[in-house]
């Protein structure tokens, strides 16, 4: 754990000092460390006693084993906790109006959004269906009340002329194969972070994604990622499985920071003109994928979503093929 504890400390500060610096810091820490137990901060849900339902834990127990995430499981937590705090009710008293009023409150005492506040209903009604569907409640009272509406940012994805500005700011075979991996697979960045040389099939140009809900789906590479990805492999001089690792020793993994952090150097650098995060070339793929005749269907099992609605959302068919289309179709 100490060693990890190092190398871990080290990828944060690799772009921050020079090579001189980073060997001095890399020993230094080193000897400092060798003298301490390290152990690594747990992420375990704490359950609290009291104003919680017995069942509360199942409920958590079940969404793991169903793969909800670990960042979704402690954003149910802290709402859910909330919650029941300011209830104090046996959650078999709790009626809709104590949920709507609870909603008020909270919105107006916090400043929320109504993004905020409805994604809050939703997990208070996921919860509470839960509970109905495997009988511990009668009835979910959240049921009745309706999504809270709220305006949705637009999205928009990169235009040609800034993908190429993005392609032309890369300064290092890396910086292509991560750019031109995001694009060709429209995968999520902890779908890159997990990928591993041997998820790649070159022959079938084909990529084993592992990802949101622990599911692995099929993506692929387009002619400039199978390029860029064996350009980048070729040079390669570590051991380690990862697609993508540090530029510097001891070349560990490539992690969801550093990968966000260098998509967010290179879009400065392309002078774009906006920021630049690999969800957005997510979305580009997605919207590029539908702009030219892919069916939503298909654009919907390349993303890995579950809803088609979704999809939809990641990508908005644009208005002028839109138009297009009406012409073509609408005579």
């Excluded at 949920?99 to 997990?123: C, F, G, H, M, P």
Aim: proline content about 2%; hydrophobic content about 35%; aromatic content about 10%.
């Amino acid at each position: 754990m100490q060693e990890q504890f190092v190398n871990e400390f080290m990828t944060k500060i690799t772009d921050i000092v020079s090579d001189d610096v980073l060997n001095i810091v890399y020993k230094q820490l080193m000897l400092h460390v060798a003298a301490y137990e390290i152990k690594k901060k747990s992420t375990e849900i704490t359950i609290y006693e009291g104003y919680l339902p017995e069942f509360y834990k199942v409920f958590f127990v079940t969404r793991k084993i169903e793969g909800m995430s670990m960042k979704s499981l402690e954003l149910y937590n802290m709402v859910l906790k909330d919650f029941f705090y300011c209830l104090n009710k046996k959650v078999e008293e709790i009626t809709t109006n104590d949920i709507r009023v609870y909603l008020y409150k909270v919105q107006k005492e916090r400043q929320l959004s109504n993004a905020t506040l409805d994604s809050r209903r939703t997990i208070i009604h996921s919860f509470l269906e839960w509970a109905a569907n495997e009988q511990y409640i009668g009835s979910n009272p959240c049921r009745s009340i309706r999504p809270i509406k709220y305006e949705r940012p637009k999205r928009n994805p990169l235009t040609g002329i800034e993908l190429e500005k993005l392609r032309n700011a890369c300064e290092t075979i890396r910086d292509s194969a991560i750019i031109e991996f995001l694009y060709s697979t429209g995968c999520r960045v902890t779908e890159m972070e997990r990928v591993d040389i041997t998820d790649v099939d070159f022959a079938k140009k084909e990529v084993l994604l592992f990802g949101k809900g622990n599911k692995h789906r099929i993506s692929y590479l387009n002619a400039r990622a199978e390029l860029a990805l064996k350009k980048y492999l070729k040079v390669r001089q570590d051991t380690n499985s990862a697609l993508f690792v540090s530029d510097r020793k001891p070349h560990d993994r490539l992690k969801k920071a550093a990968i966000e952090k260098r998509v967010r150097q290179l879009g400065e650098m392309s002078g774009i003109g906006r920021r630049v995060y690999p969800h957005l070339i997510r979305h580009t793929t997605a919207t590029d994928g539908l702009f030219r005749g892919m069916p939503v269907e298909e654009v919907q099992k390349l993303l890995g979503h579950v809803s088609i609605t979704t999809t939809m959302i990641y990508a908005e068919v644009s208005e002028v093929n839109t138009k297009n289309d009406h012409k073509k179709y609408i005579i």
